[in-house]
């Protein structure tokens, strides 16, 4: 089985350390990065929608994530066939993307401090 390989940059905000690392495409630290783009956009969506609910002939958008076979997250935005707001799903949508974002977050968190002792064991 061949595995597949990318070169991310990232930035390590405690340590404002910058670096460039190859990774494997199922490693934790780019399936939570993706995991917090698509996050984003959600909350973005959501916002919009909320924003705009009281504009005449508004067309909602509607943010989908779908998992990439090689690991993370895509996000596709489309718009809904019919006019009108959807007030009550657009916040349950902000509520579901703000909990993804800090679960996310909390990963990165997470590999960081794992990363730093790794580090410190071999220093």
Known sequence: MVERYSVWCFLV?????IGCIRMNA?????????????????????????????????????????AEPSGGVRTQVDKVPEPGADLVADQVEQKAAAYAFEANLRTLKTMDKAMGRLLSVRA
């Open 13 to 17: 905000v405690k340590r404002t350390l």
């Open 26 to 66: 199922m490693n934790p630290i780019t399936t939570a990065v993706s995991g917090l783009q698509s996050a984003q956009t959600r909350l973005t969506v959501a916002a919009n929608n909320i924003a705009n609910a009281h504009t005449e002939n508004h067309r909602r958008d509607q943010a989908r994530a779908m």
